[in-house]
């Protein structure tokens, strides 16, 4: 994990797109938005490489951990391939956006308004040598997506991501598109209704 958010810095940004939306304790969408990420500016660059930082820095297997996909989960239309298609659009079909807003505001309980990230990123996992060095050729290009959900205040202030994951799970340097890693920052509260019937641990 520490590798891909090495490369979660202003000069060393991996993510080409951020998407997200605003939603009221109800679970009512007040506003959505998606924009290349490198047109934001250094600042809000910045503050959003915080977000989507805190995923895969937390405590692996505390705080973040891997859980691969029910049976139910990979059925045609649901959960898995709506994954699959967002990573492969890299967040530019709205249609598909709505359809995961929709998943979340019917799911996630919170007495608070909140903000759903979606960032795309890409990682050339370079090559290894026998001695551990990093070569410089790439071992493959590592799509993903980013997850947070975040309390919000004032005028759609983020607050440090709750809840949140990476798809595909990042392991053994690679990416597995059968299993997610899953983020809970507060472990004996976590918000496992929104993943409910969908993962499961191995």
Known sequence: ML?????????????????????????????????????????????????????????????????GFTEEAKGSGDLWQLFMGLKSCELKNDALLDTFYDFVSERYKSDRPYAVYLFFGAYDVPLKANDKEALWDSEEIYSFLIGAICPVHGEYEAEAPESGFLFPAFKNRSGDEYHINIYHADVDHPHTELFHGKIRVE
């Open 3 to 67: 590798e891909l958010t090495r490369r979660m810095t202003v000069k060393r940004n991996c993510f080409s797109r951020i998407a997200g939306a605003y939603i009221d304790e109800e679970g009512y969408i007040d506003g959505t938005f998606n924009t290349n990420f490198l047109k934001l500016s250094p600042s809000d660059q910045a503050a959003n490489l915080q977000i989507a930082k805190a995923i895969p820095f937390a405590n692996t297997n505390v705080n973040i951990k891997e859980y």
